[in-house]
Structures are given as structure tokens and as C-alpha cells.
């Protein structure tokens, strides 16, 4: 299984404002993803972390919104530019590993971010 | 694209008794994966279902995939107040690496 700490776990914004959420594993990981959850919803993946090359966004979250860094194989950061009280949400970092035999999620905790 | 839909969104229990949720594609499965979040917590994997009519156990929980790997269930049997929680599916489709989860089924369980 894969360890994964994420920072902060929580914070409070200013619309305008940018907040960078890190994401450490405790093993080395090909795959990493960020996910955001709003209150009560599933879970939509905003893009997946590629080591050494840009990170793949899904239909809807752009890289200038969400700057995402995949500096080594244990370590992602995602940037929330220019907040607006939309962006408010529980962002979750998530790496693939086996449990057995079988590729599964692990997520982070999570960073709950409120945007005033 | 691949939509993953989830059934019911809540659900609320006495102790006791039985729940389920089902999951349903739009397009065929390679596998289906089940995971529980527990009320402030994350996601947590369960279980995988790869071959088609698969059923798997885990002590009072019952996972079947459907014949045609489209859909699939989670049937709990006599809830307990632990099994309180988020329970969501997540569907890869065939030759894709993204991981596509339903929106969840909220459970509450009465004591």
C-alpha cells in the first residue's frame, strides 16, 4: 500500500487569490492524480501528474487554472489560481499501486479549501 | 464520454437491514472497482470485479458484475452503524487508464 500525506488539510481564501496544495508519497509512483470533491459530490479527476512532462488534464480544467509540478516520482504539487468561491472543494491526491494482485486508488486526506 | 451512473444517491437504514446500491455503464467495463469513504474521510478501496457475472464476498458485504459488464451492485446484508459511509463505484473502460466513478450512494444507518 502507498502512504500519501497532503498540505495544507485545510485553508481559508480570498477570491483572486492562488493556493499550491503538495502531495508526498511514501514510495515511488508512476501514476498520480488530483481529484476534487465538492460537498456531498463524486469524485472528478482534474488531471493526471506526469514525471518529466506535463500533466494531462481532463475536459473542463485547464493549466492555467490548475498548474499542476510532477518533480520526482513521490512528490506532485496543484495549484487553485485566481480563487473564486466556486473553486471551493475538498482536493484529493491520488496514487495507483497494488493492493495484492490488483491496481488500485490510493487518496490522500485531502486539503478542504473554503474561498470567501 | 464513459458515464458511470450510481443508484440510489441515499439511502437511510435501520440496524439491521439489508442495503444495496447498483452501478450502471454506458459503455462496456474492463473492471469495476468499489471503494467506501467514511464521513470525513477518503476514499477507500474495497473490491474488484473483473470477469463478467463475477461475485465476490467480503463477510456481509455481496459484490456481483454484471453478464455484460455494464453494471454492478454492492448488497450489504444486516447493516451495522460502522458500515455508515459514501460507498462509490468506479468503472475503467477498456485500453483506458482513467478510472471513472460514479456519483455514490450515501449511507445512514439508524442504531
Known amino acids: 500500500s502507498a502512504v500519501i500525506s497532503q498540505k495544507p488539510s485545510r485553508d481559508i481564501c480570498q477570491r483572486g487569490t492562488s493556493l499550491t496544495i503538495q502531495c508526498q508519497v511514501d514510495s515511488q509512483v508512476t501514476m498520480m492524480f488530483w481529484y476534487r470533491q465538492q460537498p456531498g459530490q463524486s469524485l472528478t479527476l482534474i488531471a493526471t501528474?506526469?514525471?518529466?512532462?506535463?500533466?494531462?488534464?481532463e475536459s473542463g480544467f485547464v493549466i492555467d487554472k490548475f498548474p499542476i509540478s510532477r518533480p520526482n516520482l513521490t512528490f506532485s504539487t496543484l495549484t487553485v489560481s485566481n480563487m473564486s468561491p466556486e473553486d471551493s472543494s475538498i482536493y484529493l491526491c491520488s496514487v495507483e499501486g497494488p493492493t495484492g494482485s490488483v491496481e488500485t486508488q490510493y487518496f490522500g486526506p485531502g486539503t478542504r479549501l473554503l474561498v470567501l | 464520454g464513459q458515464q458511470v451512473m450510481q443508484i440510489p444517491q441515499y439511502q437511510h437504514v435501520q440496524e439491521g437491514e439489508d442495503f444495496t446500491t447498483y452501478c450502471n455503464s454506458s459503455?462496456?467495463?474492463?473492471?469495476i472497482q468499489w471503494y467506501k469513504q467514511r464521513p470525513g474521510g477518503h476514499p477507500v478501496f474495497l473490491i474488484q470485479l473483473v470477469k463478467s457475472g463475477e461475485v465476490k464476498k467480503q463477510k456481509r458485504l455481496t459484490f456481483q458484475f454484471g453478464e455484460a459488464k455494464k453494471n454492478s451492485s454492492l448488497h450489504i446484508t444486516a447493516t451495522q452503524t460502522t458500515d455508515v459511509g459514501t460507498y462509490f463505484c468506479?468503472?475503467?473502460?477498456?485500453?483506458?487508464?482513467?478510472?471513472?466513478f460514479g456519483k455514490g450512494t450515501k449511507l445512514t444507518v439508524n442504531p
Open positions: 501528474a506526469n514525471q518529466g512532462s506535463e500533466a494531462t488534464y
Open positions: 468506479a468503472g475503467r473502460q477498456g485500453g483506458s487508464e482513467k478510472l471513472v
Open positions: 459503455t462496456t467495463l474492463s473492471n
